[in-house]
Nanobody
Framework: QVQLVESGGGLVQAGGSLRLSCAAS????????MGWFRQAPGKEREFVAV????????YYADSVKGRFTISRDNAKNTVYLQMNSLKPEDTAVYYC????????????????WGQGTQVTVSS
């Protein structure tokens, strides 16, 4: 199984930056699709970004495209989310996710979830 531990959340002002990290435990990390979702109070889980194992291709939600960057370091079993130009609407709990076969933005496709890290962006 895969265990995910997130870090890097915090409180920032609008326009600021944060870098989230997700450390994964697993013998086959390099073949897992890795991604990030977020959930704001009273809202459904929202897709943020994904990086596939094959070729490292990435895809982003329109709301974060151009501001966020997802990356992975397979040697360190770690995935990152660099968040720049943060907006108040980015405030949410951010979850790291992993799955062997996931190929989309549907949260139901992902078997492994971290506990989440809070990101709060003030005006």
């Amino acid at each position: 199984q895969v265990q995910l531990v997130e870090s890097g959340g915090g409180l920032v002002q609008a326009g600021g930056s944060l870098r989230l990290s997700c450390a994964a435990s697993g013998r086959t990390f390099s073949i897992y699709t890795m991604g990030w979702f977020r959930q704001a109070p009273g809202k459904e889980r929202e897709f943020v970004a994904v990086v596939w194992s094959i070729g490292g291709r990435t895809y982003y939600a329109d709301s974060v495209k151009g501001r966020f960057t997802i990356s992975r370091d397979n040697a360190k079993n770690t995935v990152y989310l660099q968040m720049n130009s943060l907006k108040p609407e980015d405030t949410a709990v951010y979850y790291c996710v992993a799955d062997r076969t996931a190929d989309g933005a549907d949260p139901a496709e992902y078997d492994y979830w971290g506990q989440g890290t809070q990101v709060t962006v003030s005006s």
